[in-house]
């Protein structure tokens, strides 16, 4: 599912609950954070936002008419580009893939019932420490798994065997595919970007010898490039987000693992408004059956900038079991276990 939501929203925006994108991090585990990928993914697409960027601009520049910069646009942004982008989303979905199990992983096998994860948790294992002394002495844990450069993170994941070569290597392909259609539809989205600009131009007969500045202040009020890179976190943090969350799932619908822990219960931040959307918050520790349908139409995230999350319950869980999600996913977003790498 390709993010598609507004890149500042204003408040009262139905995408992020009228909250600064920036402010909608999701929580640290024991192995880190999905934010350390994000952040990782967007300083190296953001540079190949701007070269896009560069190379529209340089293209338009001295042309006169617009028929003449449609024709230029047509031929926009090179292959090279197109696949640095997907490469950079690509190493980040699949080491949120991998984040993701591991979490999963950690919580099952050590019946992990404590507190949901507070906004804005601490940045290192140490000053989790000084609030959990228990976090240090849990056994397996990896704390700097999430700041790992991709080959030590595939290392990492391959001792602690969360998912087993065949499940992880699907997956991955699943990410590379998804990389290069959501790296397909940014370039079109920046070129219609300048289009649109071009057309507004030609409305008001303004020189296109000019259409160079006009194409550049539009570029960055939309969020690509260097100077605001908005709409690039946007679609880092939905979809890596989603490949995080896949992760879990996949690691919890092992059998050996439904077998044990045959429920699932939403978790989620719980820091309440601005920044939560109450449909979400009205989730919080909602328990349902694994094998429950809800969760193929509706499964974290449940819309964009969610950090909702799902963790396993043991079959001696003797509390509510619930049929149904109401209020989910958030209008306009796909969601549910099917969505969760589909590209």
């Known amino acids: 599912m390709l993010a598609t939501s507004p890149t500042r929203p204003e408040p009262g925006c139905p995408a992020c609950g009228g909250v600064h994108l920036l402010k909608m991090v999701q929580p640290s585990t024991v192995y880190g954070s999905p934010e350390d990928l994000i952040d990782r993914g967007v300083t190296d697409a953001v540079a190949v936002t701007g070269r896009w960027a560069d190379d529209v601009l340089r293209l338009v520049t001295g042309l006169d008419n617009g028929g003449a910069i449609q024709r230029v646009l047509q ?107 959501v790296a397909r539809m940014q370039r079109l989205g920046m070129i219609r970007t300048v289009q649109r600009e071009l057309a507004r131009q030609v409305r008001r007969g303004a020189d296109l010898r000019e259409f160079r500045k006009f194409a550049e202040a539009r570029l960055i009020s939309a969020g690509w490039t260097p100077a605001n890179a908005s709409h690039v976190e946007t679609i880092f943090r939905t979809n890596v987000v989603q490949a995080y969350n896949a992760g879990r799932v996949e690691h919890a619908m092992r059998p050996s693992v439904l077998r044990l822990r045959p429920f699932w219960q939403v978790v989620t931040v719980n820091d309440g408004p601005p920044r939560q959307r109450p449909a979400h918050r009205a989730l919080h520790l909602r328990v349902l059956r694994a094998t429950d349908a809800a969760w193929g139409r509706a499964y974290p995230p449940f819309g964009f900038m969610c950090r909702c999350r799902v963790r396993t319950v043991a079959a001696t869980y003797e509390g509510p079991v619930e049929l149904e999600l109401p209020g989910v996913p958030d209008d306009g977003f796909s969601s549910g276990v099917p969505q969760l790498l589909a590209a």
């Open 75 to 181: 031929a926009a942004i090179g292959d090279e580009l197109l696949d640095d982008f997907a490469g950079a989303l690509s190493d980040e979905l699949e080491q949120g893939i991998m984040l993701g199990a591991l979490d999963s992983s950690f919580e099952a096998e050590n019946d992990d019932t404590i507190d949901p994860p507070e906004f804005e948790a601490p940045a290192s294992v140490e000053q989790a420490a000084q609030r959990d002394p228990i976090v240090l002495l849990r056994k397996g844990t990896e704390p700097g798994f999430s700041t790992h450069p991709l080959d030590a993170a595939l290392d990492i994941f391959r001792a602690k065997k969360p998912l087993t070569s065949a499940v992880f290597e699907a997956l991955s392909g699943k990410a590379k595919l998804k990389a290069f259609t």
